[in-house]
């Protein structure tokens, strides 16, 4: 050992012990950057849907049980996604740090924890619905650079606090600036790598141009909208809902992308025919439109999981025909590309009464991605989750004692009837409004059957016949007012609705899990 080369480096004559823990947790975080991008690109380039930090996202959105995920959509509402994300990227940064300290301190126990964690991303992509028989590369491969990549780093950096602690200056700086060096390049094309790769990943997706190109058919039949349909009532709900407006529930952490020129419609199970359509032979079967309004079992009384649009498409039992569905099957297990899966009775799809369709158009335009592009189900009179099955490519003809839906055995029934309904959306409470007259009102719904009444009572008082709108049909909600002289003070809104058959709305409270949750709204208005 020479002191002269020692001092020609940027120290003087020491080189000081690295905290190594530090270090050695920056090297975990990198590597498992290099990992994410090694297999981001990869995935670009052979295996598209196997994005490791999708794929871990989507797993963990079905594995974490139900009343987490009900939590999550209460604290977080719309953004539970993206919550979740940054959830899962904290939580994997941290365990990333932590393996880089134990590779550090316990070789290779950091090197076999980061490779652990890259064996169950592999799993996560490949119990993915629709991994590809490449799908196991990009994971696989980006889980060997970040082990390489970490002892690597952790070598450096054992052997510069070693050479520190023996004062042997020229290899502690060696392996210091080498240390640098490595982490500094892998970091910056770890994060230009793996973004570019995840950007171009989803912006060079052809489906976008595909949807715009799309021309439908012209429907053979239209739903008219009566004259009277929309009160006129500042803070009302339209009656049909737009489609940017439109709520949305799923389980799908990035929408799907489904081309429609590759979509299959395929049935199966219990039927005398198998059959598999192409887009073009469902929409050249005919389409008709169709008023209905889709709810959601976790819509709580009062809340607004629950819209109404003018859908375009081909009734159900139409092409169930096709396939000759045996006499004793009473159930249609329909599945998206994603993996979803929900349980339909069969006769609520081959009831001639009853108009479910495969909607490819919503609101006049083919369905936007987020509502299922471009087929999904519409059944009316049933909760979402056991009947509007969006990007949805297979049935099959079944029994209920055979087979259960993704959210059967999560605490949800197998079998869910929308219950009847009404929410006043005006006056809101907390929206203080002047005595004098004030108009009352809101949405009410009872599908299949439609709304008969609509009731108020103001401070527990008579029943008061609110004025309903023009129905579009049974399927359809309706708007409902009551005008009400105001006085000052605090006073509570009570709405009950009465269907066509003369069933009065469940007055007993329930909770949305296993059915639906039921009760009047109640509300408290402040009149100044
Ligand atoms: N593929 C798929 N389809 C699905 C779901 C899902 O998670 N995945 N959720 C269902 C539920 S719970 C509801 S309420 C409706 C909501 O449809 P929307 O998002 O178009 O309003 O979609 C249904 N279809
Ligand atoms: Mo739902």
Known sequence: MTTDTATRTDEPGTVRRPRGWFWAALAGLISAAALLAVAEL?????????????AVGSFIVDIVPRPLKELAITVFGESDKIALLVGVGLGAAVAAAVAGVLEYRFRPVGAILLGIGGALATAAILTRAGAGALAWLPPVLGTVAGVVLLVLLTRRLRRWSTAAAAD????????????????????????????????????????????????LPSARSTV???????????????????????????????????????????????????????????????LDEYGVTLT??????????????????????????????????????SE????????????????????????????????????????RMVVPGLYGYVSATKWVTKLTVTRFDQMEAYWTPRGYSAEAPIKM????????????????KVPIA???????????????????????????????????????????????????????????????????????????????????????
Not at 188 to 199: D, E, I, L, M, P
Not at 253 to 261: E, G, I, K, Y
Request: hydrophobic residues 45%; glycine residues 8%.
């Open 42 to 54: 990869f995935a670009l380039l052979v295996a598209r849907a196997a994005s490791p930090v999708l």
């Open 168 to 215: 042997d200056a020229p290899t502690a700086g060696l392996n210091r600036r080498g240390f640098f060096l490595l982490s500094g390049i892998a970091a910056a094309s770890a994060v230009v790598v793996g973004v570019g790769a995840r950007v171009l990943n989803a912006a060079t997706n052809s489906v976008a141009a595909a949807r715009d190109a799309l021309r």
């Open 224 to 286: 008219t909208v009566p004259e009277g349909a929309s009160l006129d009532v500042p803070g009302l709900s339209p009656i049909i809902t737009p489609n940017a407006d439109f709520y949305r529930v799923d389980t799908a952490l990035t929408v799907p992308n489904v081309d429609p020129s590759t979509w299959r419609l395929s049935i199966e199970g219990m039927v005398d025919k198998p059959i598999e359509l192409s887009f073009d032979d469902l929409v050249n079967m005919g």
């Open 296 to 333: 959601c079992v976790s819509n709580e009384v009062g809340g607004n999981l629950v819209g109404n649009a003018i859908w375009q498409g081909v009734p159900i039992r139409d092409v169930l025909r096709l396939a000759s569905p045996q006499g004793d099957a009473d159930m249609v297990l």
């Open 336 to 375: 998206s590309v994603d993996g979803f899966t929900a349980s339909t009775p069969l006769s609520s799809l081959t009831d001639d009464g009853l108009d479910a369709i495969f909607a490819v158009a919503m609101n006049g335009e083919p369905l936007p991605f987020e509502h299922g592009f471009p087929v």
């Open 421 to 436: 309904s009404s929410r006043v959306d005006t006056p809101k409470i907390g929206t203080p409004v002047s005595a004098g």
């Open 442 to 528: 809101g949405m009410a719904w009872a599908q299949p059957v439609g709304v008969k009444t609509v009731e108020v009572s103001i401070d527990d008082g008579d029943w008061q016949q609110a004025t309903l709108s023009a129905p579009i049909n049974d399927q359809s909600w309706v708007q409902w007012v009551l005008e009400w002289d105001a006085q000052p003070g605090s006073h509570y809104i009570t709405v009950r609705a009465t269907d066509k058959q003369g069933n009065v709305q469940i007055q007993e409270a329930a909770a949305i899990a296993p059915n639906g949750s039921s009760g009047w709204q109640r509300t408290l208005v402040t009149v100044r």
